[in-house]
């Protein structure tokens, strides 16, 4: 059963652009949710979890548990924004799934 | 800064041949973890390990073993190597402790299997 859906396998935007990444999950408990990032020819890497409740690089991720959803949010997109996201979802200490991925490309 | 290192950022070998990927961590991490990432599939988890000599199964264990037999080591066992097998496979770590804690990836190694 797929866990995590990220409905986009791309998406892009004009730089300057509000960017939204879609994130749903199936989960009924209070679960663990992370977005990690791919820049190009670099290793994956946090991008920021939902427990922090912080900002980075400008992105922003809200869970909302009526939706399951953890949808990623950028206001003003820039041109090294562009990568590979991934959304991920942890319960339990040891169920572990990552989302499909979406492509974030920025056009200048 | 943790750092996770595969030991073979690129590898090809033979259909049947026995395959060997290593992973090491420096952060004295109880986790370990080996995903392959395939385009539009995302990354699916083979294994992990909560500890030395522990493992469980993650959603695509078939046709794959690991062993861990040092805290810092995990290595990916692939017992006679099939094309369907050819990805990029990422190994992370991360602390037991707190399932909040994220996980640090190592660079992948995109293995060919011919």
């Known amino acids: 059963a797929q866990r995590v859906t990220q409905p986009e396998k791309l998406l892009s935007v004009f730089k300057g652009a509000p960017v939204e990444l879609k994130c749903n999950y199936s989960?009924?408990?209070?679960?663990?949710l992370f977005w990690y990032v791919q820049y190009s020819r670099q290793r994956l890497q946090l991008l920021l979890r939902?427990?922090s409740r912080e900002s980075i690089k400008g992105f922003t991720a809200d869970l909302n548990k009526g939706e399951t959803s953890f949808h990623l949010k950028k206001p003003f997109a820039q041109e090294e924004d562009s990568a590979m996201y991934y959304c991920?979802?942890?319960?339990?200490?040891?169920?572990?799934?990552f989302g499909s991925g979406t492509k974030l490309n920025v056009k200048p | 800064d943790v750092k996770v290192t595969q030991s073979s950022r690129y590898l090809v070998k033979r259909t049947g041949e026995k395959v060997f990927l290593e992973c090491v961590q420096d952060m004295d991490h109880e986790n370990m973890f080996w995903y392959r990432q395939d385009p539009g599939l995302g990354l699916r988890l083979i294994y992990f390990?909560?500890?030395?000599?522990?493992?469980e199964k993650g959603d695509i264990p078939e046709g794959y073993s690991v062993s861990r037999e040092k805290k810092e080591r995990f290595s990916l066992i692939l017992e006679s190597a099939s094309t369907n097998q050819t990805s990029m496979y990422l190994c992370?770590?991360?602390?037991?402790?707190?399932?909040?804690?994220?996980?640090?990836f190592g660079d992948g190694t995109r293995l060919s299997i011919l």
């Open positions: 989960y009924s408990g209070s679960p663990e």
């Open positions: 390990s909560y500890d030395v000599k522990m493992k």
């Open positions: 939902h427990i």
């Open positions: 992370a770590s991360s602390p037991y402790s707190d399932p909040g804690q994220p996980q640090h």
């Open positions: 991920a979802l942890i319960y339990n200490f040891n169920k572990f799934y």
